[in-house]
Structures are given as structure tokens and as C-alpha cells.
């Protein structure tokens, strides 16, 4: 997914009737100078389709691949990942539709946030080559990071809107995890704590009807990981882009509170997630296992200005591991992170 996002269309891009047509829509909607933002992407692509809030995601998903004319095809994307290309005329939208269990969601789930993801890009090309966003649009999406992270926060519009994702709170997220009934019985399900586990990530996801992995997009800078004084991380094992050798246990995803941040794709030791890497070899998908760990995380510090300052925690992380078939092994970690006082020490 991390294709070239912003780049000049070219004039079969711009002849595709279909595109034209959004872009003719572009004109009529957007106001010239003002950034749009995935909320606001997504309100303009349901307007474009004619499709309520009320109505599918499969249905959205549907409209918007026939009338901005885009082609789909099962090949030439690795397995559970999608590709778009805006340079061939036929506008394929690689998405490879091979079944995947992941953790208490059917593949279904997987391919509509592909689908979702992927036609992000194409709603960020068209918003970065349009006249009327083209400065806001691309101060804001600058870099891959931002453009991915565009994408991600589009497909979360998707399939967990705005409306819904306000009422997603710590309290009634509690209430979700001691109510089994209301998440199917699943297996492996602990007794309920006080602190953020795995257990709730996969509560609210199997309520959501989306995968672990979208819910814990969906809960970056979320208020709920506020009131739980939480973070999160996804870490697998990434292979080198040139040499395809593995590099060892990387952060792969992470939501945090809003008042904080931990990089991704930085080493997991490298941030104090010190036991990641040997809890990694050893447990079996859906154990956890807990350790004490001192943590690298980024806060912002409400002084005189805002800014951003280095903290080391001290914090217990629990680490569960999940093995799935399409996006194979990786471990979500949760940790307990109140946010630093003002007199405690930051760099
Ligand atoms: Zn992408």
C-alpha cells in the first residue's frame, strides 16, 4: 500500500471520462484554498454516489469503484494488500481477494478495508491534482507517512463513520468486555480489568464488524484512549525493502492518546519494547504475556506552547500474539501511559 500517492496525473488520467466527471464535481464543491481532510473526503465521495449514511459499506464501495470507473482486478497485488495505479489508462485497482482469517474477522472484512484504503489514494490524487485543494491539500499530505495515514483515517470514515466512532467510549467499552454474549463467545476472552487489554481491542472490533487491526486505526488520538490512559502497538517482523532480509521486529501500526505518540516503523527495542522480540518467538497466537518495560514516547506538554517532549516510561506492556493467515504472525502490545504531570521531567 505504499504506492506513489501524489503524483501528476497524466493525460490518460485526465481524459478518463469517469474521472472527469469527479473532478467536474470537485469544482462545484470545493472551496478554493480550504484543505479537505478524510471526514470531508468521504462526505464528498457519498454526495458524488448519491449514497446516505444509512446505507452499506459494500454499497458505497460498490458506487464509488463504478462511477469513478475504476477497473478491479485480483492479481497483481500481494496477498491481502492492494496496489493503485493512476498511470495506466485502465485505472486497475489491484486488490487480491485471497481468504484471510484474521483475528475474529472474516477475510470479507480485510478486502472492504483494502478496497477502502485503496480508493483513499485515489480520492488523494484526485485532491492533490485538483486546482481549488491542490496547495492545502498538499501542505497537508506531504509526505508517504501522511498519505497512508490520509488513506487509513478514510477507510476508517468507511467503515466505522464519525457518529459511530464518537460513541465508542472507555466505560461502555468495559461494559462490551464483561457482556460476552455481545461478542459471540470468542475464545480466550479474560476476566474484565481496569486497564486496556487485547481483550477490549478485539470486543470492540467484533462489535464494529472490522478487523483488530482497523479498530486499533480507528482508536489513534481517540478520546477513549485518553480516558483509559492507554497506548497501543502492532509490531511484526518487517523485511529489509531492498535486500528482503529480516530486520527484526518492527512498529507497524500504534494508536496513541491525543496528547501523545510513539513512531512507527522505528525498531521495537529501540522504543523499550525491550521483551517484544524474545515474547514474539515463544507465545502462541492469542497467549499474552506481560512485562515490565521502560518506554520511549513523545508527549506534548501544555507550557507556555505546545510542544512535543521525549519521556521514558515505566510501565507493564501486555504483549498477545496473533497468528493469521493472510497478514501472518504479529503482536499487539497495550500499556498503561497516564500522561506525564507537569513537573515531571521532559526532553
Ligand atoms: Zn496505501
Not at 31 to 46: K, Q
Not at 203 to 222: E, N, P
Request: glycine share 6%; net charge positive.
Amino acid at each position: 500500500m505504499n504506492d506513489a500517492l501524489v503524483e501528476t496525473p497524466t493525460d490518460a488520467d485526465l481524459r478518463s471520462s469517469s474521472m472527469a466527471k469527479w473532478m467536474s464535481f470537485l469544482d462545484e464543491q470545493l472551496s478554493p484554498g480550504v484543505a479537505v481532510d478524510a471526514i470531508g473526503a468521504v462526505r464528498l465521495l457519498r454526495r458524488f454516489t448519491l449514497t446516505g449514511p444509512s446505507e452499506s459499506v459494500s454499497t458505497l464501495l460498490r458506487r464509488a469503484i463504478a462511477s469513478l470507473g475504476i477497473a478491479v482486478s485480483d492479481e497483481g497485488a500481494c496477498e491481502n494488500e492492494g496496489a493503485i495505479r493512476f498511470s495506466n489508462p485502465e485505472r486497475l485497482l489491484f486488490v487480491n481477494f485471497v481468504p484471510t482469517l484474521s483475528v475474529g474477522a472474516a477475510s470479507a472484512q480485510r478486502r472492504q478495508f483494502v478496497v477502502a484504503h485503496e480508493l483513499g489514494h485515489a480520492i488523494a490524487w484526485s485532491l492533490a491534482a485538483h486546482p481549488c485543494s491542490r496547495a492545502a491539500f498538499g501542505s497537508r499530505v506531504v509526505t508517504e507517512y501522511d498519505c497512508e495515514r490520509f488513506c487509513n483515517d478514510f477507510a476508517s470514515e468507511i467503515l466505522v463513520p464519525n457518529p459511530v466512532r464518537r460513541k465508542i467510549s472507555w466505560p461502555r467499552t468495559q461494559l462490551l468486555l464483561r457482556d460476552t454474549s455481545q461478542i459471540g463467545g470468542l475464545p480466550g476472552t479474560t476476566a474484565p480489568t481496569s486497564d486496556l487489554t487485547f481483550w477490549h481491542l478485539r470486543a470492540l472490533a467484533a462489535a464494529h464488524g472490522v478487523s483488530i487491526r482497523m479498530m486499533i486505526s480507528v482508536l489513534h488520538r481517540h478520546a477513549m484512549l485518553g480516558d483509559a490512559s492507554a497506548g497501543v502497538a502492532v509490531m511484526r517482523v518487517v523485511p529489509n525493502r531492498q535486500t528482503g532480509r529480516e530486520i527484526g521486529l518492527r512498529i507497524w501500526q500504534a494508536s496513541c492518546p491525543i496528547w501523545g505518540f510513539i513512531p512507527t516503523n522505528k525498531r521495537a527495542k529501540r522504543l523499550g519494547f525491550s521483551a517484544a522480540g524474545s515474547i514474539f518467538d515463544t507465545i502462541a497466537s492469542f497467549e499474552s504475556a506481560h512485562h515490565r518495560e521502560q518506554l520511549t514516547v513523545w508527549e506534548q506538554q501544555q507550557q507556555r506552547q505546545p510542544r512535543w517532549c521525549k519521556r521514558m516510561l515505566d510501565t507493564v506492556c501486555e504483549y498477545t500474539a496473533v497468528d493469521t493467515n493472510g497478514e501472518g504472525r504479529f503482536i499487539v502490545a497495550t500499556w498503561q501511559w497516564p500522561h506525564a504531570t507537569t513537573d515531571e521531567k521532559c526532553n
